[in-house]
């Protein structure tokens, strides 16, 4: 009997990684013994009647009737990785790899960008989240996935991809960049306002992203600060388990996160109890803030632990389950979708911060300013009911 693995991840670009064991009883949908019939009898077709038999490829025809089955769905987050596709994949959740430094997602039938990631040169080109890439070195993306695109912008370090991107004003541009090798480092920390208040920026939530968080929250004298800021901005996400255990790092005991799915229905993720004073907490957030970064925001906000500063996020409000096979291919299947502590949806709408700061406006001045209003008021206080995102 054939053998495979499953990891549920939540990512998206993507995306956590967790190692679980998953019933089938139950609720599996039963499907006849003999539908995929006719797909065997085609390819004997193909193989008794093509008239160049070298052009077949075994290997590639089942690759593709996996991916055809997917596609079906009409999913941006679902797809059959085949093994090069599944080696870029576990790449990037280690934050890790050559290319240009974007996270894509597909939004209405369109390949776009969640976010450009820090530092890389796709941020130095001028990307910016919410931009649609209709063609990569002048070949159209219309009906590409997410796989088969991030193939096709990452190459080796030095090289040049062009990028026709159309942005959220209407103008295309084509953008040619230099692949370079991305390294992410997920946590960084500083200290603002004369050392008064801790500053830590997450740009991805990985394997390391907890001990680094708790290495800089280590770091500050939290005794003598007035506050902290979490910057989530073009935080694309990553492992769900790192979002969890990040927002329990502020939050009293209570519900983190909501999830359902076919399988488990719905289940309840729990802080108990936090690990550093109930400080006076600014988060920051942005249209490139997505899954895990809207976990962590999500949770702090409805335990009324920390305000939310700067524009709407995202909005990936679903998780997927990432199936390995023997032969180092694997389905990535959205099972499920999550929910803030207070039940509310995330996906397509995202968070709204409860101060707007417009992307030309510093949203670090605000939260130092709110910190300071707030010296020596312990959390939670009374936020208020979390703002609704607008369209």
């Known amino acids: 009997m054939r053998t495979f693995g499953r990891r549920v991840v939540a990512v998206l670009l ?28 085609i390819y004997q077709y193909v193989q008794s009647y093509f008239y160049k038999p070298e052009l077949i490829d075994d290997q590639k025809a089942l690759y593709g ?15 059959f990785l085949d093994p090069t596709e599944l080696t870029q994949f576990n790449e990037s959740l280690e934050g890790e790899f050559s290319g240009v430094g974007i996270e894509l997602s597909i939004k209405d039938s369109v390949l776009s960008v969640i976010t450009p990631l820090v530092g890389t040169p796709a941020e130095a080109a001028g990307i910016v989240a919410g931009d649609q890439i209709l063609a990569i070195d002048g070949e159209s993306t219309e009906g590409t996935t997410l796989s088969e695109a991030g193939v096709r912008i990452r190459g080796q370090t030095g090289t040049t991809v062009t990028l026709t991107i159309r942005h959220g004003d209407g103008t295309i541009v084509d953008i040619p960049i230099v692949r370079a090798q991305i390294t992410i480092d997920p946590v960084t920390s500083s200290t603002l306002a004369d050392g008064t208040i801790g500053y830590i920026r997450i740009l991805r939530f990985e394997s390391e992203t907890v001990a680094m968080l708790d290495t800089a ?7 003598s600060m007035t506050g902290l800021v979490l910057d989530l901005r073009n935080d694309p996400g ?24 076919r399988l488990a229905g719905e289940k309840l993720y729990w ?14 957030i942005n249209r490139g803030s997505a899954s895990a970064s809207e ?19 995202y909005g990936k409000g679903v998780f997927q389950q990432l199936i390995d096979f023997p032969d180092g291919s694997a389905l ?18 995202g968070l709204a911060p409860d101060i707007a700061v417009a992307s030309d406006g510093d949203p670090i001045a605000v939260a130092v300013q709110w910190i300071q209003e707030h010296t020596g008021m312990l959390m939670p206080i009374d936020l208020g009911t979390p703002p609704t995102p607008t369209p």
């Open 238 to 261: 990553g492992l769900m388990p790192a979002a969890i255990s990040t927002a329990s790092r502020f939050i009293d005991e209570g519900i983190v996160l909501r999830t359902q799915d």
């Open 14 to 41: 993507p995306t956590f990684v967790v190692v679980c064991v998953v019933s089938t009883s139950g609720s599996l949908q039963q499907t006849p013994t003999n539908l995929f019939d006719p797909v065997y009898q």
């Open 65 to 79: 009737a996996m991916k055809g089955v997917v596609e079906e769905l009409d999913d941006p987050y679902s797809e």
């Open 332 to 349: 990535k299947i959205t099972a499920g979708e999550y929910f803030t502590p207070a039940g509310r949806v995330v996906n397509d709408i």
């Open 295 to 313: 976990i962590t925001a999500g949770a702090i906000r409805d335990n009324n632990m920390g305000i939310l500063i700067g524009e709407t996020s």
């Open 217 to 223: 929250l280590g770091s500050f004298d939290l005794e």
């Open 271 to 284: 802080s108990k109890g936090n690990r550093v004073p109930n400080l006076p907490l600014a988060i920051l």
